[in-house]
């Protein structure tokens, strides 16, 4: 599989900001639905973020984006709260379809955010 690279990730004060990226090849990124899952301690996978959709525990604070000329996937995450603090993973999925059911083709090794209160 080709890489998801990661990276933006770390420890932020509650009501502060991240950007989290994720870079892919060329391939990867014109071929595949991309979007943005996190996984909390003792919590399953959750499908957060995509072109097209957010869930609703993030919506009006995350901002999904992409650059084609880096073939780069963004995450803006503004005014984070403590039920954040999660691994975040970039993943790459065949459709929309595929993404929203975590049967995705690439995932990223992750990266933490940590929001302290």
């Known amino acids: 599989q080709d890489q998801l690279v990661e990276s933006g990730g770390g420890l932020v004060q509650a009501g502060g900001s991240l950007r989290l990226s994720c870079s892919t090849s060329r391939r990867t990124y014109s071929r595949a639905t991309m979007g943005w899952f996190r996984q909390a301690p003792g919590k399953e996978r959750e499908h957060i973020a995509s072109?097209?959709w957010y869930a609703d525990s993030v919506k009006g604070r995350f901002t999904f984006s992409m650059d084609n000329a880096k073939n780069t996937v963004y995450l803006k995450m503004n005014s984070l709260k403590t039920k954040d603090t999660a691994v975040y993973y970039c993943?790459?999925?065949?459709?929309?379809?595929?993404?929203?059911?975590?049967?995705?083709?690439?995932w990223g090794q992750g990266t933490q955010v940590t929001v302290s209160s």
């Open positions: 072109l097209i």
């Open positions: 993943a790459a999925a065949a459709n929309p379809d595929a993404l929203q059911q975590g049967t995705s083709d690439n």
